[in-house]
């Protein structure tokens, strides 16, 4: 079963609103990463969060974790038509399966003008 | 710099023929990884190699798929005999073999097999 479980599963908002998707896992990990898709494209790496940090800013993103819960959050402020996409969190295992990232479900985000 | 290129990135085929899904990972990664992706299952890792090496091919569905990484520039996925139920979207990502690192990713092939 997919590690990451994500929500909401659509989300469509105007231009300037802000987006926020969450995704919750089930097992330890080193960190958890966000990746965008767009259509037709391969994903995108935004941001990666260890496992020993609570909250991480990238430009418009910021990313929250809570290992207690197991549960991450992305935010994207002042959205734009052109973050229209799809966006996936990812996490990468202990340590000894370094490398392998387990994917979820994703969420597609609508950006209107 | 150039990313990750898979090729081609689109194939038709009709079903019991070969299918060779290739990909040129980034110079000097040393990680690669073969995903396959449909909305029922969503993004499956089939595949991982370190150094030329596989590591982990607890995901590749059947005996029909296999993959090779005879060199740190190349690799391929092989399904043979191809299925109408392999039509996916397959991608290439390869990264540096350290903890924290980010996976880059090609385009990906999108498969229809007939």
């Known amino acids: 079963s997919q590690q990451g479980e994500e929500d909401p599963q659509a989300l469509s908002i105007q231009e300037g609103e802000n987006a926020t998707m969450n995704c919750s896992y089930k097992t330890s990990i080193n960190n958890l990463q966000w990746y965008r898709q767009n259509s037709g494209r391969g994903l995108v790496h935004l941001i990666l969060?260890?496992?020993?940090?609570r909250e991480k800013h990238s430009g418009r993103l910021r990313v929250t974790l809570d290992t207690s819960k197991k549960s991450s959050s992305l935010l994207i402020t002042a959205s734009r038509a052109a973050d229209t996409a799809s966006y996936f969190c990812?996490?990468?295992?202990?340590?000894?399966?370094?490398?392998?990232?387990?994917f979820g479900t994703g969420t597609r985000l609508q950006v209107f003008p | 710099d150039a990313g990750v290129i898979q090729s081609p990135r689109h194939e038709v085929t009709e079903m019991g023929q070969e299918v060779t899904l290739r990909c040129k990972p980034i110079s000097g990664h040393n990680s690669l990884f073969w995903y396959r992706q449909t909305m029922m299952r969503g993004l499956e890792l089939l595949i991982y190699?370190?150094?030329?090496?596989?590591?982990?091919d607890s995901g590749m569905p059947e005996d029909r798929f296999s993959a090779k990484m005879p060199n740190a520039s190349f690799s391929t996925l092989k399904i043979q005999p191809s299925e109408p139920r392999d039509s996916a979207v397959y991608f290439c990502?390869?990264?540096?073999?350290?903890?924290?690192?980010?996976?880059?990713f090609g385009d990906g092939t999108r498969l229809s097999i007939l």
């Open positions: 990812a996490t990468e295992l202990g340590s000894y399966n370094t490398d392998k990232l387990i």
């Open positions: 969060i260890r496992s020993n940090e």
């Open positions: 190699f370190n150094n030329n090496v596989p590591i982990d």
């Open positions: 990502a390869s990264s540096l073999h350290r903890e924290d690192q980010p996976q880059h």
